[in-house]
């Protein structure tokens, strides 16, 4: 059984920062694209960031462009997202995600909540 759970969520201040990890068990993700996604109270999910397998390529939302950033150590099958310059409109659910093949992220963590108050 594949599962990706996250930690590092939290209640910070705006401009504050948090660090985002996601541990995969059940499954290497060493060649496959991992990323992560987010969901605010009464909105879709949206996109956050992504990586390819070796991290030589990243993705991110033009939100959270220049303030976050995706990581990973395949040794730990794990992914990170550094999150910097916290705003409140960064309040959300956020889920790491795993691709099972190109282009279909199938494997869903059970999400992290993070706060950001003004």
């Known amino acids: 059984q594949v599962q990706l759970v996250e930690s590092g969520g939290g209640s910070v201040q705006a401009g504050g920062s948090l660090r985002l990890s996601c541990a995969a068990a059940?499954?290497?993700?060493?060649?496959?694209?991992m990323g992560w996604f987010r969901q605010a109270p009464g909105k879709e999910r949206e996109f956050v960031a992504s990586?390819?397998?070796?991290?030589?390529?990243?993705y991110y939302a033009d939100s959270v462009k220049g303030r976050f950033t995706i990581s990973r150590d395949n040794a730990k099958n794990t992914v990170y997202l550094q999150m910097n310059s916290l705003k409140p409109e960064d309040t959300a659910v956020y889920y790491c995600?795993?691709?099972?093949?190109?282009?279909?992220?199938?494997?869903w963590g059970q999400g992290t909540q993070v706060t950001v108050s003004s």
């Open positions: 995600v795993g691709e099972s093949r190109k282009g279909v992220y199938e494997y």
């Open positions: 059940g499954r290497t993700f060493s060649n496959s694209f």
């Open positions: 990586i390819n397998w070796n991290g030589e390529r990243t």
